[in-house]
């Protein structure tokens, strides 16, 4: 059964993997706009070879991870004050809702002036731009916490740090999740933002250096790296969020 | 919120845990209890001046309409809510607070429970990490508690695995590993089948019937209050407040069948259910 | 009264107009000194000579077309393609992988290859942030579609509906609530990228400004360029949300926002 539904769904990779045998049989070499795939390969292993792929490539997970990181404990507190008092939440809701509408691209300018070129400008960046979704998500987990669930332990007498620490955390962890996992690419996307838009580093300035010397081949093999990188931070995070929740039941609304 | 100094449960003896006795059972007594909440137009009084005594091992029934604050005086009784006046006593002592000697069971068991939690663990919450119970004791009391509801074989699976009947059950479960002298019950049958509730009341009868802790037990099925109770207490009126209070004096113990087929028990149904819906007619 | 009060949410409005006067205040008295931060004073200042050069407005102008122009785009193509896999298995079981996979590359890493085939022109911008629309819109129409009734299928082929009429006649008006949420994804996405792609390729619109406006160590206009985007953002929204409850207020719960 689970042979026939591999076969059914990489049946649909049919039309990407024609396309791009297609672009290899049609496409020329030394074509500038489009180079057929074997060349990314070469041009990004080229860059391998001459040891510019990998600190790239790490930078750009360092800053990425330790954006994320930031993201949710700020995100989380964030949210807990919001969610756990409604006056809060009114007052701040237009300020966050600006913030959340705000294109992150239009937000590196002022904080490059502001903060200057190197990492802790890119986290910043970073964090303002994707931790919303992990305020709002939270924010929500704990409006609809049960009532009954304070009450339940309350009555067995648990004193207040265990009610928050057996009870109440744990059941706030699905919606945070939920928010983490929106989050995430959201730190990739913008991730590579900063890096192409100030050059400073990392993959996205790989990126658009090649676009600047004109190396076709390169710029795709990168964007194909690209897209390597951030299947595997999703998948990662699928992973851990279906570990974590491994002991709750399962979620009305996968995906 | 303050946290209240509990009075320590007896500490137990060496051997299995005792189950309260007549003794140690304990009653409530409240005078002039009045909770007023805030609503949408200001505040707004449930319940008014309301007087209630409940023996030591009685079993009460609360009975009354949607809205007439039969959930509020549980609330109270149990130290969720804080009564605006009026004083409330349980065994002698003020409540402020949940009172460790008594545990609410609530209607709404899916939310009640911990979906992370085995059903084990579930019932074993509410002995953690206290001082006066070793892990040993804690594992015998929560194995010996779901054999008394009959869930020993489910003890490992998810609650959200169980059907609802038996969620209400391991919900009970918990409540009874704490050995609490009061059990204070709202409507917790009430989302159940005909069969899972007779079985469940017989079960909570039996274990009545060994221990007997206080029950204070909010319905709003009439045939229930009867057959459970030694006493049915209507509320009524908004703000409420006890209209009658119907003693139950059939025999013990009770049968769905036997006891619901005696004349005294249907006499006893009309009563309640004239004190029930004719008081302000509609 | 009340209810319109709150409708206006009153702390919320305060609480804007107190971030911005601390800043005011911080700027003014010294306590925060950066050497680019300007007063908010400053910025609307320059907001207000940027417009009546015109700079400033047909920069705006400029993205905000191209945002449409892209957005239009998206719609079309990712409304029938979402509806196509929906409802025809033989697109559904050829596409579904490859869609997966293409739309969960980051979009902004196609930005740099849009110029380098495209070339530095307003056409580029258009096409990568049409690209960048269209996959929330294709998601949630797929979604959308997918999540229509059974029996409304059966209802149209009770009245034996060309599959054309099918589609808009009963299709698409029951997916309409996800379809829509889609579009409003892909509008802010269109916008995004369209900034994204001016501050790197092509020299026109608020994206560009900005970038320059940085590089020239202006802060006080770049700030109210970047007000403008934030505005322009809230502001399509804004307009799409409203266009929709105008023209199909029941479709949605009552008071429903976001």
Known sequence: ??????????????????????????????????????????????????????????????????????????????????????????????????????????????????????????????????????????????????????????????????????????????????????????CVIVTLLVEMLTGTGGIGSLLVQAQRNFISAQAFGLLVVVGIFGYLVNSSVNLIERRLLRDWPPRATAR | MSTVAHAQPAAEGAGPPQPPTEEQALGYACRGVTVSMPGPRGKRAILSALDFEVEPGEIVMVVGRSGTGKTTLLRVLGGLVPASAGTVLLGGQVVSGPPASAVT???????????????????????????????????????????????????????????????QRVQIARAL???????????????????????????????????ATTIVFVTHDIDEAVYLGDRVVVIDGQPGSITQEIPVDLPRPRDQLATKERPEFLELRRRVYDAVGGVHGG | MAARLRWLNLSGALTMIT?????????????????????????????????????????????????????????????????????????????????????????????????????????????????????????????????????????????????????RVVVLPAAAPLVLVGARLGLSFALIVTVVAEMIGNPAGLGYQIVRLQQALRPDEMFAAVVVIGLLGIGLNAALLALTTRVAPDMFEPGRRA
């Open chain 1, 1 to 186: 059964m689970s042979a026939q539904r591999w076969l059914a769904s990489s049946a649909g990779l049919l039309p990407l993997v024609g396309l791009l045998g297609l672009w290899e049989l049609l496409g020329t070499a030394d074509s500038p706009y489009f180079p057929p795939p074997s060349t990314w390969w070469n041009a990004v292993e080229l860059l391998n070879a001459s040891g510019v792929l990998l600190p790239e490539l790490l930078e750009t997970m360092e800053t990425f991870a330790l954006a994320l990181a930031v993201a949710i404990v700020v995100g989380s507190l964030l949210g807990l004050a919001i969610g756990a008092l409604p006056p809060l939440q009114r007052a701040t809701s237009p300020l966050v809702e600006f913030c959340r509408t705000m294109p992150s691209a239009a937000i590196v300018p002022v904080a490059v002036l502001l903060i200057g070129l190197g990492r802790s400008m890119a986290i910043t960046v970073v964090v303002f731009a994707a931790v919303w979704p992990i305020v709002l998500n939270t924010a929500a987990a704990v409006r609809s916490l049960s009532p009954v669930l304070h009450d339940a332990a309350r009555t067995l007498g648990l004193p207040a740090g265990a009610r928050v620490r057996k009870v109440l955390a744990p059941a706030l962890v699905p919606g945070l999740l939920l928010g983490v996992r929106v989050a995430t690419p959201l």
């Open chain 2, 105 to 167: 069971v609530f209607q709404d068991y899916a939310h009640a429970l911990l979906p992370w939690r085995s059903v084990r663990r579930n019932v074993a919450l509410g002995l953690e990490g206290r001082r006066d119970c070793s892990r040993v004791e804690r594992d015998q009391r929560v194995a010996r508690a779901l054999e008394v509801v009959g869930l020993a074989a489910r003890a490992d699976d998810r609650p959200w695995r169980l059907s609802g009947g038996m969620q």
């Open chain 2, 177 to 211: 590993a704490l050995q609490p002298r009061v059990l204070l019950m709202d409507e917790p049958f009430g989302a159940l089948d005909a069969m899972t509730k007779a079985s469940l009341q017989d079960q909570l009868l039996e274990v009545h019937g060994r221990t």
């Open chain 3, 19 to 167: 971030v911005v006067g601390a800043w005011q205040l911080a700027v003014d008295t010294g306590l925060v000194d950066l050497d680019y931060l300007p007063a908010p004073s400053e910025v609307a200042q320059a907001g207000a000579s940027g417009l009546s050069s015109g700079e400033l407005g047909s920069a705006a102008a400029h993205t905000l077309a191209v945002s449409l122009v892209a957005w239009l785009i998206a719609l079309v193509v990712g409304v029938a393609a979402g509806v196509l896999i929906a409802l025809w298995r033989p697109a559904r079981v050829t596409l579904t992988a490859s869609v997966e996979i293409l739309r969960t590359l980051p979009v902004v890493a196609f930005v740099p290859i849009a110029v380098l085939i495209v070339g530095l022109s307003t056409t580029m911008e258009i096409a990568v942030a049409a690209w960048a629309a269209m996959w929330p819109i294709l998601v949630n129409t797929r979604g959308g579609v997918d999540a229509v009734p059974a029996r409304l299928h059966e209802v149209a082929a009770v009245f034996r509906m060309t599959a054309l009429r099918r589609v």
